[in-house]
């Protein structure tokens, strides 16, 4: 498989971004994730076109509070090598380059998973998957799609998607974000992306949504559900006000999840990144399940 690696010097001085680079190979590919601390595990889940640069607010009072924070770049993404075939990402194949990274490569147990976005797409499978390696779910403006019709506001983000090849990926944090960013934190997401080259599986995301009941990925995501339908551990929400594609979409988890009962589920001021919106009540959130 052809593939794409970001030259490291793309991420250098990048503003909050002062991790050690790690590394795991899954697939031939290889994998870059944040890993700090020691403690109850946290792994965070990013989505399109984001990458762990999302979680810079995220690690140091996880760390501090007796976290070990583990935060993927997914493969297409961030550091992480970047197959240039768009027919390379598929739903299931994220979902398996996920799964080896987390179960295998690293051998993560009693996760505690915060995810958004496709970060909860991939995330949420696994969990209904592989139940019994998870403690506890924080989820945030994400869906676990089954073949169901998805909200107009996404009809029209993979139109943009599919009619825009080099996506301008700061550019669209920024516009998905409720506070502006700096100039430099757009830079910074546009790190991983020297030229649209890189951008393959950026592209290949919304078209992959099970947005109806002859996509693949229903039976799989069907099935998950049925997990999650069984998940009696703690299944938390905290989603934005000011998503018009996900607004609304933590009532199905509140109501079908055992785990959701009894929760402190909140809903934040933010974007479709409340990552850069409501940082520290996300923190609070992952915390409450932890109990750190």
Same mark, same amino acid.
């Given at each position: ?70 935060? +993927?770049? *997914? =493969? &297409? ?9 768009? $027919? %390379?990402? #598929? ?32 995330? +949420?499978? *696994? =969990? &209904? ?9 924080? $989820? %945030?403006? #994400? ?20 009619s825009t090849p080099d996506l301008p990926v700061g550019a669209l944090i920024q516009r998905a974000s409720g506070r502006t960013l700096s100039p430099a934190e757009v830079a910074a997401y546009d790190a991983p992306f ?8 950026v592209r290949t995301f919304p078209a992959l949504v099970p947005d109806g009941p002859d996509y693949a990925g229903v039976a799989e995501n069907r099935k998950a559900w049925g997990g999650l ?64």
């Amino acid at each position: 498989m052809k593939a794409l690696r970001t030259p490291d010097a793309r991420f250098a001085d990048l503003p909050d971004y002062p991790f050690a680079p790690r590394f795991v190979e899954v697939d031939g590919l290889r994998l870059h994730h944040i890993d700090e601390g020691e403690g109850p595990t946290v792994v965070l889940l990013h989505g399109q076109p984001s990458w762990s640069y999302l979680y810079r607010a995220f690690v140091p009072p996880l760390v501090e509070a007796g976290h070990r924070v583990v935060a +993927l770049d *997914l =493969v &297409g993404f961030g550091r992480s090598d970047k197959p240039v075939d768009e $027919a %390379a990402y #598929t739903y299931a194949a994220h979902a398996a380059w996920v799964r080896q990274a987390l179960f295998e490569a690293l051998d993560l147990r009693d996760i505690h998973l915060f995810c958004q976005d496709w970060g909860g797409l991939i995330g +949420l499978r *696994l =969990v &209904g998957l592989h139940p019994e390696r998870f403690a506890a779910v924080c $989820a %945030a403006n #994400t869906a676990l799609p089954a073949g169901q019709r998805m909200p107009p506001a996404f009809a029209e983000w993979k139109a943009f998607n599919a009619s825009t090849p080099d996506l301008p990926v700061g550019a669209l944090i920024q516009r998905a974000s409720g506070r502006t960013l700096s100039p430099a934190e757009v830079a910074a997401y546009d790190a991983p992306f020297p030229d649209i080259t890189y951008k393959a599986g950026v592209r290949t995301f919304p078209a992959l949504v099970p947005d109806g009941p002859d996509y693949a990925g229903v039976a799989e995501n069907r099935k998950a559900w049925g997990g999650l339908m069984r998940f009696e551990r703690p299944f938390l929400t905290v989603f934005s006000d000011d998503d018009p594609i996900t607004r609304g979409a933590e009532k199905g988890f509140i109501e079908r999840v055992p785990g959701a009962k009894g929760q402190p589920h909140r809903v934040v001021p933010g974007g479709h990144f409340l990552q850069e919106d409501s940082a520290p009540a996300l923190v609070e959130g992952i915390r409450s399940l932890t109990g750190r």
